[in-house]
C-alpha cells in the first residue's frame, strides 16, 4: 500500500467573480501546488486574465480552464466580474454565473478531481459533485464570527430575516456576549437598492445550500484571532470546519498587465513621502458612495493636513464628477487621486504607507494588517460592518462615526479619524497594535501549517491519484 505522503490530489476550484474571491482562492491553489498536488483553476476568461502570472515553478501544477460567461443582458461582453458591474446590478451576474452550471458540470465529469473548493453562489454545485463521486467543500472567504452571525444552513435557507431590523441584532442561536451586528445603514441602503433578484434565489439561500451540502468548509481566518467564533461555528455546521489561515497574498504578484506603467508613477510619488506618513484611501471594487459622500470624504482628507493616496473606482453610469473642482489643485503634492484599478498589495506594502482607510472587506483587511497598517473603517457592503465590528472589539483601527440610520458621516469626523490613526498621541496604541497585528495576518509559515492541516484531512478521504 503506498504511503498517504505520496498521494497526489487534484483539486478543483470555482470561485465567485470578484476579485476578493479570485485573488485568495487562486492564494490557496499555490500553496496547494507547492506541495505537489494538481490544481484547475475554472473561471471566465477576462477574469483568468486579469490574474497575476504563475511562478514558473507552479506553472504545471495549475491549470486555469477558461469557459465563457454567458452575456449579460444590457451589458458590455467584456462584463464578467463584480467590478464590472454596478452593485445594483449584481443579480444578473449570478445569473449569468448559474449558466455555468453545465459546462462546470461537462468539465468535472472529463476531468474527475478528487474534491472541488466552490464559493457561495455555488449552491447547485454540492449535488453535481456528489453524483460524480468527487468530495466538496465550501471555502469562506467571510471570517467565522460573520459566518456564525449568518447562522446555521437550516436558517440561511429560510431566509427568516427581511428587514433591515433584523439584521441589527444579536440572533438567537449566539448565547454569549457580541456586538458583531449591522447598523442600519449598513443593510438599508442596499436591501433598497438592490434590482428585484432575477435568479430567484437569495444569497442568504446561496450560502445555505453552498455550506449545508459540504463535506467540509474551509475559512480564511484562524482560531487564534477568533477562537470562540471557531467553536460555535463548528457547533452550528455540524460538520470538519478547518481554518486556512489568512492567506497573506505575495507582494510582487498583483493582478493585470497594465500595472507596471500605472504601480511606476505611483510609486515616484510614494517613494517622495515620509515613512508611514501616507493614508492609502481604497473602499473596494464594488462599492459606490453616493455624490455627498464622496465630497465629505474628499474634504475630510483635505482637512486632516496627512498626505493620502485616494485609489477610486472607475464609475462609467455616473455622470457627475467624483470629486469636487479644485480638489485636486487645493491639496497639492500632499495628496494623489487616481481612477481606476491600481496593485493594491504593492502600495500597502509601501514603507511610506502608514494607514489604511477601507471598506473593511475581509480581503483588504487581511491585506493591509498583513503589512501592519492602521485600519479607518467606513463600511459599505455585504458583511463589512460586522468586520468592523469584529476588529473594534479587539481595540483595531479607528471607524469613522456616521449617522446610524442613513449612514451619512461629515469631512470633520474623517479629518478626525484620519489623525487620530495617523499622528495623534491618542492614536499610539492603535498604531502599536496594527503592527502586532502583522505578525499574525502576515505570517506566511503560520499559514502553511494550516493549509498543511487541510490536506491531510483531503488526502484522509481518498484520493485516486498517486504520486
Not at 56 to 82: A, D, G, Q, R, Y
Amino acid at each position: 500500500m503506498e504511503k498517504k505522503e505520496d498521494e497526489t490530489l487534484h483539486v478543483a476550484m470555482f470561485p465567485w467573480l470578484a476579485m476578493g474571491h479570485l485573488l485568495p482562492f487562486l492564494n490557496i491553489s499555490k500553496l496547494l501546488a507547492h506541495k505537489g498536488h494538481k490544481v484547475s483553476f475554472i473561471s471566465t476568461p477576462r477574469n483568468i486574465e486579469r490574474l497575476p502570472k504563475l511562478p514558473p515553478n507552479l506553472s504545471s501544477s495549475i491549470t486555469f480552464v477558461s469557459l465563457p460567461l454567458p452575456p449579460i443582458p444590457n451589458f458590455p461582453p467584456s462584463s464578467e466580474s463584480s467590478m464590472d458591474v454596478p452593485y445594483i446590478n449584481q443579480q444578473s451576474l449570478k445569473s449569468a454565473f448559474d449558466l455555468l452550471q453545465l459546462p462546470v458540470t461537462e468539465f468535472l465529469r472529463r476531468s474527475s478531481p478528487d474534491w472541488i473548493i466552490y464559493d457561495y453562489t455555488s449552491h447547485w454545485l454540492p449535488t453535481v459533485a456528489t453524483e460524480l463521486g468527487i468530495k466538496k467543500a465550501f471555502f469562506s472567504l467571510f471570517n467565522a464570527s460573520a459566518l456564525c452571525f449568518m447562522g446555521p444552513p437550516s436558517s440561511l435557507i429560510e431566509d427568516a430575516r427581511t428587514t433591515p431590523d433584523d439584521f441589527t441584532v444579536v440572533p438567537p442561536w449566539i448565547s454569549f456576549e457580541s456586538d458583531i451586528v449591522f447598523r442600519y445603514h449598513e443593510v438599508a441602503r442596499y436591501v433598497e437598492k438592490t434590482e428585484e433578484d432575477v435568479t430567484g434565489i437569495s444569497d442568504s439561500v446561496r450560502f445555505g445550500y453552498s455550506i449545508g451540502e459540504s463535506d467540509a468548509v474551509f475559512v480564511r481566518s484562524c482560531p487564534e484571532f477568533e477562537p470562540e467564533w471557531f467553536v460555535l461555528l463548528r457547533d452550528l455546521y455540524q460538520k470538519p470546519v478547518f481554518p486556512t489561515g489568512f492567506l497573506p497574498p505575495p507582494v510582487s504578484e498583483d493582478h493585470e498587465d497594465d500595472g507596471d506603467a500605472t504601480w511606476a508613477r505611483i510609486k515616484e510619488w510614494l517613494d517622495k513621502q515620509r515613512l508611514n506618513s501616507v493614508v492609502y484611501v481604497s473602499l473596494g471594487t464594488e462599492a459606490s458612495l453616493l455624490r455627498e459622500e464622496l465630497a465629505e470624504l474628499a474634504l475630510g482628507l483635505e482637512k486632516s493636513k496627512v498626505p493620502f493616496f485616494w485609489a477610486l473606482r472607475n464609475e462609467p453610469t455616473r455622470s457627475e464628477p467624483l470629486i469636487p473642482d479644485g480638489f485636486e489643485e487645493r491639496v497639492g503634492g500632499r495628496g494623489m487621486v487616481h481612477v481606476g484599478w491600481v496593485p493594491q498589495v504593492k502600495i500597502l506594502s509601501h514603507e511610506s504607507v502608514g494607514g489604511f482607510l477601507t471598506h473593511c472587506g475581509w480581503n483588504s483587511v487581511v491585506e493591509g494588517l498583513g503589512f501592519g497598517r492602521v485600519p479607518i473603517f467606513l463600511p459599505v457592503l455585504n458583511e463589512q460592518g460586522l468586520n468592523t465590528r469584529l476588529l473594534r472589539g479587539k481595540d483595531i483601527g479607528v471607524e469613522i462615526p456616521r449617522n446610524e440610520r442613513d449612514g451619512m458621516f461629515w469631512s470633520g469626523s474623517v479629518a478626525d479619524s484620519v489623525r487620530l490613526a495617523m499622528i495623534d498621541d491618542a492614536g499610539e496604541l492603535k498604531r502599536t497594535k496594527a503592527k502586532i497585528m502583522k505578525g499574525l495576518f502576515g505570517n506566511r509559515d503560520e499559514n502553511i501549517l494550516y493549509v498543511d492541516e487541510l490536506i491531510d484531512y483531503m488526502k484522509s478521504k481518498g484520493s485516486s491519484h498517486v504520486g
